[in-house]
């Protein structure tokens, strides 16, 4: 069975400085891999989702990710943070096949983003 | 324009008693997903349903329930045998199979809280 982890619980960026959340997962074959974000009452929105082909995948918002098939990660980054980007960040693997489009989710990495 | 409809966005059970979430899509995507989110916990999956008049278990289904009785909706009901409630719940569809249809669009959720 898939599964994710996120090893950071919180993270603490000043503004205009760069982020990067980690993302490991557990499969036996190249996954789908999803990061979402989800602001505070709100439902999650899609960064990024990679698939296949080139591992360094665009999102929006200036998010980017990229996916390391010899470690299992697939880490998001920013450049420049804002301080609208300070939110609770989800990274979700998905089954190719045989599993009914579900995603399984990682704990979350929730982003403070000080002046 | 297209997208999901989660009501009510706040709902307050009393003990023994049965509620129904309501979520609404006007994607015309086939599969809905009903998650849970609690703190530090992520998403867990509780029922599914790939198309009309069928719908499967995920994780936690216990204490809940679903229908499908048609593509635009899939109300959750949660029940008096769910003992803890109280969680934020996330409603979500897909298109169909393949690449670009894979990854899902959320509705904003339904906070549950057991008075």
């Known amino acids: 069975a898939q599964s994710v982890t996120q090893p950071d619980i919180h993270i603490t960026v000043s503004e205009g400085a760069s982020l990067e959340l980690r993302c490991n997962y557990s499969?036996?074959?190249?996954?789908?891999l999803f990061w979402y974000v989800q602001s505070p009452g709100q439902g999650l929105q899609l960064l990024l989702k990679?698939?296949?082909?080139?591992?360094l995948v665009q999102g929006i918002k200036g998010f980017e990710a990229e996916f390391k098939r010899s470690q299992s990660s697939f880490n998001l980054r920013k450049p420049s943070v804002h301080w609208s980007d300070a939110a609770e960040y989800f990274c979700?693997?998905?089954?190719?096949?045989?599993?009914?489009?579900?995603?399984?989710f990682g704990a979350g990495t929730q982003v403070v983003v000080t002046p | 324009d297209g997208g999901i409809t989660q009501s009510p966005k706040y709902l307050f059970r009393k003990e023994g008693q049965n509620v129904t979430l309501s979520c609404e899509q006007n994607?015309?995507?086939?599969?809905m997903y009903w998650y849970r989110q609690d703190p530090g916990q992520g998403l867990r999956l509780i029922y599914y349903?790939?198309?009309?008049?069928?719908?499967q278990k995920g994780d936690i289904a216990e204490g809940y329930s679903v229908s499908r009785e048609k593509k635009e909706s899939f109300p959750l009901t949660v029940t008096s045998a769910q003992k803890n409630p109280t969680a934020f719940y996330l409603c979500?569809?897909?298109?169909?199979?393949?690449?670009?249809?894979?990854?899902?669009?959320f509705g904003s959720g339904t906070r549950l809280t057991v008075v």
């Open positions: 990679y698939f296949s082909g080139d591992t």
């Open positions: 349903s790939q198309i009309v008049n069928d719908f």
């Open positions: 979500a569809s897909r298109g169909g199979t393949g690449d670009s249809n894979y990854g899902y669009t």
């Open positions: 979700a693997v998905g089954a190719k096949t045989g599993s009914w489009g579900k995603l399984q």
């Open positions: 994607l015309n995507h086939d599969a």
């Open positions: 499969y036996g074959a190249t996954p789908y």
